[in-house]
């Protein structure tokens, strides 16, 4: 019988308990799993998939202490320490497109080959309508603020090239999304979703199909925006059309990765990366994919009621079935002591998350964390939102009110003129 282990492979981030002190006590099993036989030597954080970090250290080694910040990877072991048999997890699938955005977000920082690898121009008079380009992003910011106001408002403070780009991609992801969640989405086929990503590869392209892609299109000339995460996306209404339920937390990291995971990897090179920061890009972009994943986690949290009453409940089965729950038991929408457990435990996950997130924020260019911390703030307080209800999620809707989005905003602007977390943790 294998034992599955998480790890969390990265760099500049606190560590967290060490196994055996504060671990035992929330149910977490961590001893000297990993084979120590020769092998590259890359820093690890033993983590636990369901709960959260178990320790720190070098392959082999449970519980010793290193800086790292997590992107997460499965391993399986056999419980004797015998040769280990790796799993393709979900979390190893992400990390590498990580590793491939970061590779090339710094190609494109380094000043030798930024005039050898330019990206390929794209004509300024695109075939869009009335106006051309000014108008396209002049339209895409009136849908950022219609439906983000508060992420809107925080863009405000960027350089006009860098808010104009995340409004742009702000709309494409908005669009791709309502494929399968706005009103038509009762007819999006399958070969609606293979159209609209040859469509887009026809924007990557410099052939923009309406003003909307127009912008899009442009604004990949101007930043390393890669095309993968935005592929992944659509991969994620893919599976919106075809899954209902999520075996483990696995398929639901993939699935989280796909509609939230992604929009953090599209921004980072748009956001930029303080000039001051001592983080690696795969750090930075660590964090982004950890708070797109903390978004989403919440979202699933917060709409368990109105999930129900589509068919479609994501949740982890197998943690459901350990909670002695099941999916009648959603159907039915009763808060009950196994709820309440079972919703602690997912909450500490999510919450697990975001706090990767933080330190990632303090690294983007100072006039880009604002928006960032923005959304971060107000989707945790869903979070303490749920817990007020009494983990009823099934027929209350946890929602952050006016009052307290307003006072959030000064809180995240206060953030965001903090020093770097990197440098901050190079001085103690």
């Known amino acids: 019988m294998a034992t599955t282990v998480t790890l969390l492979l990265g760099a500049a981030s606190s560590p967290g308990p060490a196994a055996g002190d504060g671990a035992a006590r ?16 890359p820093r690890w954080v033993l983590c636990s998939l369901k709960y959260g970090c178990l320790g720190v250290g070098e392959p082999g080694e449970a519980g010793g202490r290193s800086a790292a910040s997590p992107v997460y990877s499965s391993l399986t072991v056999s419980p004797g320490g015998d040769a280990a048999v790796a799993v393709v997890s979900s979390e190893q699938k ?15 920082l380094r000043p030798s080959q930024q005039q050898q690898q330019a990206p390929p121009a794209v004509a300024r008079e695109l075939d869009a309508p009335r106006g051309g380009l000014g108008e396209a ?10 439906y983000a106001k508060t992420f809107y408002l925080g863009t405000l403070l960027m350089t006009e090239e860098r808010r ?49 892609d127009a912008a899009l299109s442009d604004t990949i000339t101007k930043f390393p925006i890669d095309i993968q995460p935005f592929k992944d996306m ?23 990765y796909y509609v939230a995971g992604t929009v953090g990897l599209m921004s980072v090179p748009v956001m930029g990366i303080a000039p001051d920061s001592k983080a690696t890009a795969e ?10 994943l903390a978004n989403q986690l919440t979202n699933i949290l917060r709409d368990v009621g109105e999930d129900a009453r589509r068919g479609r409940i994501y949740l982890p089965q197998d ?29 500490k996950r999510a919450r697990m998350f975001f706090e990767e997130a933080e330190r990632g ?26 817990e007020a209800n009494d983990y009823n999620n099934f027929t209350k809707r946890a929602y952050v009110g006016k009052a307290k989005k307003v006072l959030a905003l000064p809180v995240a602007y206060g953030r965001s003129l903090l020093l770097p977390y990197s440098l901050r943790n190079n001085q103690t």
């Open 94 to 108: 992400v990390y590498d497109v990580v590793v491939k955005q970061a590779a090339l977000l710094k190609r494109q």
């Open 319 to 347: 943690e459901l079935a350990e909670a002695g729950l099941s999916d009648e038991d959603i159907f039915k929408g009763v808060v009950t002591d196994k709820w309440r457990k079972f919703m602690k435990r997912q909450i």
């Open 234 to 256: 659509i991969d994620g209404m893919r599976t919106d059309l075809k899954k209902a339920r999520y075996k483990n937390f696995d398929e639901l990291y993939m699935y989280c």
């Open 26 to 41: 929330d149910g977490f099993q961590c001893s000297r799993l990993l084979p120590k036989k020769k092998q590259q030597r």
């Open 164 to 212: 104009r780009a995340i409004w742009a991609i702000y709309v494409w992801c908005r669009r791709t999304d309502e494929l399968v969640d706005g009103p038509n989405a009762s007819h999006i086929t399958p070969q609606a979703l293979d159209r609209w990503e040859r469509r887009l590869e026809d924007l990557f392209a410099g052939r923009p199909y309406d003003m909307l």
């Open 361 to 386: 924020v303090t690294e983007l260019r100072k006039e880009s964390r604002w928006p960032v911390w923005a959304s971060l703030l107000l989707y945790r307080q869903i979070l303490d939102e749920i």
């Open 137 to 146: 992003y002049a339209r895409c910011g009136e849908i950022c603020e219609e």
């Open 283 to 292: 750090t930075v972009y660590g964090a982004a994919l950890a708070l797109g």
